[in-house]
């Protein structure tokens, strides 16, 4: 079955310590895209990628970093230099198509919940 | 994209109409409304879209009003798994270079 991966499920990690989030996806999406959810709260955009070797910073990317080296896989890297990382991070795409109303249909990850000790 | 307005939060008896009402009056004319929904401590879950006529899938019904200004999103029998976070996004088909927002959304509390 088709969908996306996000692993680890928990993480947990020291202050001052980088920790990177895997997210893959099978669906031959072109975009994907990573939120942060903090609780009571709806999700925030960190970084997008529409395609191959190609990112955008969302509104709160200061802290992480991206990668997108194959359509398949998008991992978030949360730096040190995140203040407060403790969070629900959750990993979306999208199929193509940006003349398609279905290119605003994501399919979510999992999440992954990091808790800096 | 187009500001939404959702209650805070929703009360439905099991097995009744959950009606889940979505406010977008700024809304253009070639803007979608889109309606997602998330189970506690999963990600989001796409529900079903719309331009202007009515939809149904599986899910769920959506009627837009004629005005489009705004949207209700209809679960006709609704069941304890309904209980979830419900947000209403409007948008554009083919924004380029952005990506979806998600307010807080309503939460929907189904009991029996």
């Given at each position: 079955?088709?969908g996306?991966?996000?692993?680890?499920?928990?993480?947990f990690?020291?202050?001052?310590?980088?920790?990177?989030?895997?997210?893959?996806?099978?669906?031959?999406?072109?975009?994907?895209?990573?939120?942060?959810?903090?609780?009571?709260?709806?999700?925030?955009?960190i970084?997008?990628?529409?395609?191959?070797?190609?990112?955008?910073?969302?509104?709160?990317?200061?802290?992480?970093?991206?990668?997108?080296?194959?359509?398949?896989?998008?991992?978030?890297?949360?730096?040190?230099?995140?203040?407060?990382?403790?969070a629900?991070?959750?990993?979306?795409?999208?199929?193509?198509?940006?003349?398609?109303?279905g290119?605003?249909?994501?399919?979510?990850?999992?999440?992954?919940?990091?808790?800096?000790? | 994209?187009?500001?939404?307005?959702?209650?805070?939060?929703?009360?439905?008896?099991?097995?009744?109409?959950?009606?889940?009402?979505?406010?977008?009056?700024?809304?253009?004319?070639n803007?979608?409304?889109?309606?997602?929904?998330?189970?506690h401590?999963?990600?989001?879950?796409?529900?079903?879209?719309?331009?202007?006529?009515?939809?149904?899938?599986?899910?769920?019904?959506?009627?837009?009003?004629?005005?489009?200004?705004?949207?209700?999103?209809?679960?006709?029998?609704?069941?304890?798994?309904?209980?979830?976070?419900?947000?209403?996004?409007v948008?554009?088909?083919?924004?380029?270079?952005?990506?979806?927002?998600?307010?807080?959304?309503?939460?929907?509390?189904?009991?029996?």
């Amino acid at each position: 079955d088709g969908g996306i991966t996000q692993s680890p499920k928990y993480l947990f990690r020291k202050e001052g310590q980088n920790v990177t989030l895997s997210c893959e996806q099978n669906l031959n999406h072109d975009a994907m895209y990573w939120y942060r959810q903090d609780p009571g709260q709806g999700l925030r955009l960190i970084y997008y990628s529409q395609i191959v070797n190609d990112f955008q910073k969302g509104d709160i990317a200061e802290g992480y970093s991206v990668s997108r080296e194959k359509k398949e896989s998008f991992p978030l890297t949360v730096t040190s230099a995140q203040k407060n990382p403790t969070a629900f991070y959750l990993c979306a795409s999208s199929p193509p198509g940006r003349q398609s109303s279905g290119a605003n249909v994501l399919t979510f990850g999992a999440g992954s919940r990091l808790t800096v000790l | 994209d187009a500001k939404t307005t959702q209650p805070t939060s929703m009360d439905c008896a099991e097995g009744r109409a959950a009606n889940l009402p979505c406010n977008h009056s700024t809304i253009s004319g070639n803007e979608y409304v889109y309606w997602y929904r998330q189970i506690h401590s999963q990600g989001p879950q796409y529900i079903i879209h719309g331009l202007k006529n009515n939809e149904t899938n599986e899910m769920a019904s959506l009627i837009i009003t004629e005005d489009r200004k705004s949207s209700t999103l209809i679960l006709p029998h609704a069941t304890l798994r309904d209980t979830a976070v419900y947000y209403c996004i409007v948008r554009v088909a083919n924004q380029a270079g952005t990506a979806l927002i998600f307010g807080k959304g309503t939460t929907l509390s189904v009991s029996s």
